[in-house]
């Protein structure tokens, strides 16, 4: 992990704690990490369940890839090297978020598993769950909502995850929904049952 630069900084501890914020809310703060190629649904599925939780009273938010890259992420290209650093600034805030007792919903190709293993550590055990939302290449071509990959295909894309730079599917995901024969409902129903056995909202 990478230290501050400024070594002339103390962390100070806030006066209401994690417990007493998730207290008030009724539900426990957590990061819902979705990953997965471009086209495979993770914002349609990120967007449900940001309706599914808020619908229960349950504070939610979705970070989804584009949105943070045109503000807090705006001066980074697709590199290697911007990937990583893409991640690891939206890790920590998803940790902030998580803290602040939010169920936190991110929608981030984020191709390699060291930059989203380095994400999970950034939270304690069980703030982090990986979905990765999983789609044969093919179909996500075929729905190509945004015309990138026709693009890739034409070279107008350099560096384009799933055609000209990699993708690492997890090892060990917290869950996996395939989209290729799910619905968004569908999946949208197992996250939503992984989250009510694991305690972290309300059963209904």
């Known amino acids: 992990m990478t230290e501050p630069k400024s070594k002339n ?10 417990a007493e914020r998730e207290a008030i809310s009724g539900h426990r703060g957590c ?13 349609t599925v990120a967007n449900l369940l940001e309706k599914a939780l ?34 690891r600034r939206i890790g ?3 940790a902030l978020f998580t803290d602040a007792g939010v169920v936190n919903v ?17 939270q304690a055990e069980g703030n982090f769950i990986e979905v990765y939302v999983k789609c044969d290449l093919d179909e996500c071509e075929k729905r190509d909502p945004k015309g990138l990959y026709k693009k890739a295909r034409a070279g107008e894309i350099p560096e384009f995850t799933g ?9 060990n995901a917290e ?7 799910q619905t968004p409902e569908q ?7 992984y989250l009510e056995t694991k305690a972290y909202i309300p059963a209904v």
Request: hydrophobic share 35%; net charge positive.
């Open 54 to 87: 808020w619908e229960r009273g349950v504070r939610s938010y979705v970070l989804d890839g584009d949105n943070v890259r045109h503000g807090l992420n705006k001066d980074l290209g697709f590199s290697p090297k911007d990937r990583t650093e893409n991640i």
């Open 31 to 43: 990061t819902v990490w979705l990953t997965g190629l471009s086209g495979s649904g993770k914002s």
């Open 106 to 122: 991110t929608a981030f190709i984020s191709p390699y598993r060291a930059d989203r293993d380095l994400v999970r550590k950034v």
């Open 175 to 181: 869950l996996v929904v395939d989209t290729t024969g």
């Open 92 to 94: 920590e805030v998803a």
């Open 187 to 193: 999946s949208l129903a197992v996250i939503l049952r």
């Open 163 to 171: 055609i000209s730079a990699p993708y690492e599917a997890p090892d």
């Open 9 to 18: 900084i103390v962390w100070h501890q806030s006066t209401v704690t994690r």
